[in-house]
């Protein structure tokens, strides 16, 4: 059974690493071209003086620091887009692997020649689920590494990992997507007995399971946190401490916000003058966020929430092959 099941994927892991061939031939040199101008301009030795607290003195290595790390984005900030790509990609399985692989052998009436041989609809399925997860899981992880590899630049440059795509292509979060996917579509193809109409509906399960996670439960996995600092300080949010800005602007000294989507200050000893334009005396900048320190915990609680959906989904799978004619 193992053997029938090799033979029958094996062209789809020969196309998967002929995949992986070709984004590693892409990969590589951009990723070796990143990290070393990266160490070049000074980054990793400025974010580390910069520390992870929330919160710090605004200073000239500061806003060096700062000036740095904007000239790294304007060369390889483009490449975001490609990471883009990386996000995608575990769709892909579910489309390509998952969903044709109860619904081709229906379709094509071949799942009753096996199980007319004396292989039950069980160990069939156990065989080939266990099999191609088995194989995906590996290539998961390699992909996974790789992307982290890859993006670290980009990210320590920026905003940090907490953001969307940059949580999404690192840590380990990529290998229960490509799972999660897998078992979707795997679990489509024992209800619809048609390939093309059970890729379409992986496609689209997986799509909105993503968003709806990413965007409804994601910024709230853990309450989040608030900072209010006036203008006229030194204090300023820290630019390498990777918190994960949700809300900021400037409120009034009643509370009220005034200015959505923005920030005033440092100013200088003499105040602000027009920058604080509509703000009135006592105004300061109120920012809310998620703590950049929480992003293995948050990689963490979304990779349990798709691991169990793909228990559910394999389960619910195993169980649909008793009832296919």
């Not at 060096?64 to 060369?75: A, M, P």
């Not at 999660?180 to 890729?199: R, S």
């Not at 946190?225 to 203008?231: D, N, V, Y």
């Not at 300080?233 to 005034?258: C, H, L």
């Amino acid at each position: 059974m193992i053997w029938l099941t090799w033979r029958q994927h094996r062209r789809e892991a020969l196309f998967t690493l002929i995949t992986l061939g070709v984004l590693a031939g892409i990969m590589v040199p951009t990723g070796l071209a990143m990290h070393t101008k990266y160490t070049d301009l000074g980054l990793p030795a400025c974010r580390a003086a910069l520390g992870s607290a929330s919160m710090i003195t605004q200073t000239e290595a500061v806003a060096n620091c700062e000036s740095l790390g904007h000239q790294f984005q304007q060369q390889f900030g483009g490449l975001v887009f490609v990471a883009v790509l990386f996000v995608i990609l575990p769709v892909l399985v579910g489309v390509f692997f998952g969903a044709p692989l109860v619904a081709r052998e229906v379709e094509q009436g071949t799942h009753r020649l096996v199980w007319t041989q004396g292989v039950s609809r069980l160990h069939w399925g156990l065989v080939k689920f266990g099999l191609v997860g088995a194989i995906t899981a590996v290539l998961a992880v390699g992909y996974a590494l790789g992307v982290s590899w890859w993006f670290e630049p980009l990210v320590s440059a920026s905003t940090g990992r907490l953001t969307y795509i940059s949580f999404d292509v690192q840590g380990i979060v990529p290998i229960a997507y490509t799972l999660f996917a897998l078992a979707l579509g795997v679990f489509v193809g024992t209800y619809w007995n048609k390939v093309l109409p059970a890729m379409g509906i992986a496609l689209v399960g997986f799509a909105v399971v993503r968003v709806a996670i990413e965007v409804l439960a994601r910024p709230r996995y853990l309450p989040t946190q608030t900072l209010t600092f006036a203008p006229e300080g030194t204090q300023t949010p820290n630019p390498g401490s990777g918190d994960w800005v949700m809300s900021e602007g400037v409120r009034n000294a009643a509370g009220e916000m005034v200015l959505p989507d923005a920030r005033i200050g440092p100013c200088p000893p003499g105040g602000c003058g027009s920058g604080g334009a509509g703000a009135g005396p006592g105004a300061y900048n109120w920012m809310e966020y998620q703590p950049g320190d929480r992003f293995w915990t948050f990689q963490g609680i979304e990779t349990g929430i798709f691991v169990l959906l793909t228990a559910a989904l394999v389960y619910f799978a195993v169980r649909r092959l008793r009832t296919i004619a």
